[in-house]
């Protein structure tokens, strides 16, 4: 089964294929420029470097958030014109799962993925890796980061990874000393996206793309002030 998987919802948008439990190609760009054009050239590439075209995928996996408003927009009617147009399903996958799905290889039980939301807060989550299974013990929300920090295990180490961490980071050097680790990971998600999306579509949960729906965990700051 093959997926073509986008992420959108930071400033490390990224693409890729994906085969079954293979990455055959990712291409990210960290850079806080606009996916607009950015997405096109990076699938674009991807065709370029492999075999076959949007016609031989049977799927798409996508990051319908939390992240950027506008990011996500891209992502999601993207995603939505090569499903219209093939008759394909969607993936929807969490942009905080994808994250900690990228560090489960990284030998730390408890990992916390999460994102600068702007305005004092943070978009995170709380996972666990135990017998190759993820769990989540603190659910996806926007967070203040005392809050959340709050609802996180005192004794136990966990390991941090996300443009959000630099808004805890504070907090962390003077409370949680060496229970904080921090991963050095590259931010690119695309990959984790098509793999964990390639599983919702094998198992017939995938959605048609009038279904995609963003997942925003809160309101924009121009719908709070109409």
């Given at each position: 089964m093959k997926i073509l998987a986008v992420d959108t919802t930071t400033g490390s948008g990224s693409a890729a294929i994906v085969e079954d439990d293979r990455v055959l190609a990712e291409i990210g760009v960290d850079s806080f420029g606009t996916h607009s054009t950015r997405l096109p050239a990076a699938i674009e590439a991807l065709f370029g470097a492999l075999p076959g075209t949007i016609r031989d995928m049977d799927g798409f996996a996508v990051t319908p958030g939390p992240g950027s408003f506008t990011g996500i927009r891209i992502g999601l009617s993207t995603i939505q014109a090569f499903a219209f147009a093939s008759g394909k399903p969607i993936a929807p996958v969490s942009s905080l799962r994808a994250m900690a799905w990228k560090l489960r290889g990284d030998g730390v039980p408890l990992v916390c993925p999460l994102h600068d939301a702007k305005r004092s807060?943070?978009?995170a989550a709380l996972f666990s890796f135990e017998n190759g299974r993820m769990n989540i013990l603190v659910p996806e929300g926007a967070y203040p980061p005392d809050r959340f920090l709050a609802l996180l295990p005192k004794s136990r180490k966990i390991l941090f990874f996300g443009?959000?961490?630099?808004?805890?980071?504070?907090i962390l050097s003077?409370?949680?000393k060496d229970r904080a680790l921090r991963s050095s990971r590259t931010p690119f998600i695309a990959a984790e996206v098509g793999l964990l999306g390639a599983g919702i579509i094998a198992e017939g949960r995938g959605i048609a793309p009038d279904a995609l729906e963003p997942l925003y965990l809160r309101r924009s700051q121009a719908e709070e002030v109409r």
């Amino acid at each position: 089964m093959k997926i073509l998987a986008v992420d959108t919802t930071t400033g490390s948008g990224s693409a890729a294929i994906v085969e079954d439990d293979r990455v055959l190609a990712e291409i990210g760009v960290d850079s806080f420029g606009t996916h607009s054009t950015r997405l096109p050239a990076a699938i674009e590439a991807l065709f370029g470097a492999l075999p076959g075209t949007i016609r031989d995928m049977d799927g798409f996996a996508v990051t319908p958030g939390p992240g950027s408003f506008t990011g996500i927009r891209i992502g999601l009617s993207t995603i939505q014109a090569f499903a219209f147009a093939s008759g394909k399903p969607i993936a929807p996958v969490s942009s905080l799962r994808a994250m900690a799905w990228k560090l489960r290889g990284d030998g730390v039980p408890l990992v916390c993925p999460l994102h600068d939301a702007k305005r004092s807060e943070i978009y995170a989550a709380l996972f666990s890796f135990e017998n190759g299974r993820m769990n989540i013990l603190v659910p996806e929300g926007a967070y203040p980061p005392d809050r959340f920090l709050a609802l996180l295990p005192k004794s136990r180490k966990i390991l941090f990874f996300g443009g959000g961490f630099r808004v805890i980071e504070p907090i962390l050097s003077t409370r949680w000393k060496d229970r904080a680790l921090r991963s050095s990971r590259t931010p690119f998600i695309a990959a984790e996206v098509g793999l964990l999306g390639a599983g919702i579509i094998a198992e017939g949960r995938g959605i048609a793309p009038d279904a995609l729906e963003p997942l925003y965990l809160r309101r924009s700051q121009a719908e709070e002030v109409r």
